[in-house]
């Protein structure tokens, strides 16, 4: 289930370091390719020999043990890990996760990884509700780093509350879960169109949208974090992309938008337009200011701008096209229409006259519907939870 997955297994000193073996022996049995990473305080409790036997690979145990395989050692092992769980994770290293201290090896390796982290703490139940140890586990999750809840009962030091390292099984399972769906896009390559596009009257104003650019963000992130190479094209947002591996293109006219769009779209295979295009552009731009008492007769005539959607669904090469239609009447026969003459496999409707629906706000309500006109109709859900239906749709769009 595991075959060819990479997996560094950090083990920090904890009395229940111990139940790292059975994790080990668990990730082997799934035939994952397991590097073991012990801090100093972990030798401590267990050997680093009994993880090399069951492993069959060198413990890592230091951060200048001469390695003739890695150099340097915790970049070469971040560089090919698909994976990083640290278990049990003690209080001391979670506070050097969550300060960015690398003083040994683990921690390093921690800094430098570009693969998902989970990590277990374990600890003394009070150590855990310490109120420096919460803030560093909040600031954690809160830069995406996954924490399966340690359980509740007694402890070794006898006393009884939340500490206890969360059952093997049920971390193997979240190592598991997590590998699949960071892999279910791998092969990928992913446009995903974001934010509003500018049209310029003259260079100080121009006409645009509400659109903040959080859906198309949210899409991104969630391609990304399912193993998709992302190129993600916005026009102008407050938002950074989730991850600097994310290939992010900022635009701002509807005709940069288009040339991005066209550039990538031959080596795609995915394109999600969530872009909020502006429909219309000015006949004649303005070259300078126009000043405010001499506004020209035509100063208001308009022309459609290119619909990069549209030219997209023409020329499509077997990549499945995602559609957005933002609509406040006849939300789903006007849907319909638009996927039918934009030629599209998926179009993502959302009637923005619905409360928590629609621009700049961190939820959506949207339905979708495919070609076969089946709707799927969702509740009002977070913008990434909305991404991750519309992910799960188009995965079954390309298995097909
Ligand atoms: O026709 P309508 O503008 O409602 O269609 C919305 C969909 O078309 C969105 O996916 C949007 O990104 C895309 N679009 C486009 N080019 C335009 C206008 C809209 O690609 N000029």
Known sequence: MLAKKEIVLGVSGSISSYKSVEILRELSRLKACVTVVMT???????????????????????????HQEFQPEHIALSRKADFLLVAPATANIIGKFASGIADDFLSSLFLSMRAPILLAPAMNPTMYLNPFVQRNLSLLKKNNIEIIEPGVGEVACGESGQGRLAAVED????????????????????????????EYLDPIRYLSNRSSGKMGFALAKVAYQRGAHVTLISGPTNLSPYS?????????????M???VEHHFPQSTIVIMAAAVCDWQPLHPASS????????ADFFKLQNTPDILEFLGQEKKGQIIVGFAAETTNVLEKAKGKLRTKNLDLICVNDITQEGAGFDVD??????IDIQHNVIHFPLMTKEKVAEKILDKVETLVKK
Request: glycine share 2%; hydrophobic share 35%; aromatic share 4%.
């Open 289 to 296: 200011k126009i000043e405010k008492h001499t506004l020209p």
């Open 244 to 256: 600097p591996h994310i290939n992010y293109i900022p635009v701002v006219t509807t005709e940069e």
């Open 363 to 368: 939820t959506n309500k949207v339905s979708l």
């Open 171 to 198: 971390i193997v399972e979240r190592v598991i879960q997590k590998l699949r769906r960071e892999s279910s896009l791998q092969k990928h390559n992913i446009i995903i169109t974001a934010g509003p596009t500018r």
């Open 40 to 66: 100093k305080n972990a030798v401590e409790f267990i050997s680093p020999l009994t993880f090399q036997i069951l492993s069959k690979q060198k413990t890592i145990t230091g951060l200048f043990e001469a």
């Open 258 to 260: 288009r040339q991005a």
